[in-house]
């Protein structure tokens, strides 16, 4: 089944680090445009990340210089690394693969929360 | 910075059409900008409707188009159905490398 698989969610003190994995079964993920999406309690989506088949990445201002996006082809992982987190980094994260123009598969969410 | 626009919120009658629109502030949205549109219902993750401005999806019902409209990306929803109650964002794709989802708009069948 192809299918992607967030984890490693958790409730973090302000400034501190985490680590989200996002798995993908039924297709190799180097072969596609890989993204994280974010969704604040009770708000929109906001584009966090997106890394290309040939390992560039960019970010938007909001989380440039604090989140590293990357990937492991062994394990056919995605990673989001978070560093110096804040109470707006509160969200669920999800994962989407981006093919054609199409984000067409997202994962069920995980969930970080920000909170001394 | 990038800031895409989507009515917060709209009505339709069972059965009525309406149409959602998607603006930037950067000018006209054109093919250029891939337009995306995606449904979420709560507690789950948003689900693919449309994308490249009018493709669909092998699971879209045909009742969904996307389109440019007047300068904006544009879902129409022709026959609404109680189950379209939902919230529907857009996306655009700026260069290649940026990307910006809308504001939202919450889309009552009443």
């Known amino acids: 089944e192809v299918q992607l698989v967030e984890s490693g969610g958790a409730l973090i003190q302000p400034g501190g680090s985490l680590r989200l994995s996002c798995t993908a079964s039924?297709?190799?993920?180097?072969?596609?445009?890989m993204n994280w999406v974010r969704q604040a309690p009770g708000k929109g989506l906001e584009w966090v990340s997106v890394m290309f088949s040939g390992g560039g990445t960019y970010y938007p201002d909001s989380v440039k210089g604090r989140f590293t996006i990357s990937r492991d082809d062994s394990k056919n992982t995605l990673y989001l690394h978070m560093n110096n987190l804040r109470a707006e980094d509160t969200a669920i994260y999800y994962c989407a693969r981006d093919h054609d123009w199409s984000y067409d598969l997202w994962g069920q969410g995980t969930l970080v929360t920000v909170s001394s | 910075q990038t800031v895409v626009t989507q009515e917060p919120s709209l009505t339709v009658s069972p059965g009525g059409t309406v149409t959602l629109t998607c603006a930037s502030n950067?000018?006209?949205?054109?093919?250029?900008?891939?337009p995306n549109w995606f449904q979420q219902k709560p507690g789950l993750a948003p689900r693919a409707l449309t994308y490249d401005t009018s493709k669909k999806h092998s699971w879209t019902p045909a009742r969904f188009s996307g389109s440019l409209l007047g300068g904006k990306a544009a879902l129409t929803l022709s026959g609404a159905q109680p189950e379209d109650e939902a919230e529907y964002y857009c996306l655009l794709f700026y260069g290649g490398i940026q990307r910006a989802f809308g504001g939202g708009t919450k889309l009552t069948v009443l």
């Open positions: 039924g297709f190799s993920l180097n072969n596609y445009v």
């Open positions: 950067t000018g006209a949205v054109t093919s250029d900008y891939h």
